[in-house]
């Protein structure tokens, strides 16, 4: 794949039938396995929300696994000569996988800083990934959820906007988007022109309503699998855009 930096990658899987109770097993279970991964430095297996938003209602279909890897050999070992991850392709119905290098983060996720610190995001052009990550205070949850569905609606909306889905650690209270947008100044427009979005920012700073959060952009590379029968990705991804980035 590339040089020798850290890459980032997400994977989503989808399960049916009796294999969506074993992905939720691996919640727990899967934990000391992908601990003795070498070169992952960080990773997050996480569950999903209904549909492609934020939702209260879980999704028992798709699982995510977030990870930084200190390097391409890292990532390539882990993601295919490991026997948790081929386990988890086996029982799982299709798979998708985007690798990307981090642009600029900032905030916290289980108090590290996974991705590094960067305040000035980079404009690389081209598809851009965003994370978006809130432990919420128990006591702001309504007036969060009561938000969610117009800012989820206004975001499934928007020409620019390739991919999302909601992912989570604990329903409910620590929650994550990932979306995938057609550039860095579509994806800034959104978030900063949509009314319902800056309602919810500025109820953010406002309110208090994280306890932690993060925030953080990558620039996509390579991406591999399908997500409903396609890669969406595919279109926007040159096939030897891995290569030239390195």
Partial sequence: MMANKPIVTITFFRFSGLAKLWALQQMQLAA???NHLPGLQFYKLLGSGYGSGFSMRPDFSTFALLCNWTDD?????????????????????????IYMHTLASHGRWSGMAPFGLASQPQDSG??????TRASLHFKHL???????????????????????KGIGEVPLIHQATFSLWTSQQ????FAYQNPFHTEVIRKTREMGWYKEELFARFKPFHSEGTWQGQDPLATYLSPHLDEKAS
């Fill in 126 to 131: 081209g598809v851009i990934a965003v994370l």
């Fill in 186 to 189: 579509d994806m800034m427009a």
């Fill in 32 to 34: 000391y396995s992908l």
């Fill in 142 to 164: 309504i007036d969060f959820w009561k938000h969610v569905p117009s800012v989820s609606q206004a975001i499934q909306d928007n020409p620019h906007l390739i991919f999302t």
């Fill in 73 to 97: 050999q890292a990532a390539h070992q882990g993601l295919y000569g490991s026997h948790i991850l081929q386990k988890f392709k086996k029982e799982s119905d299709e798979q998708w996988t």
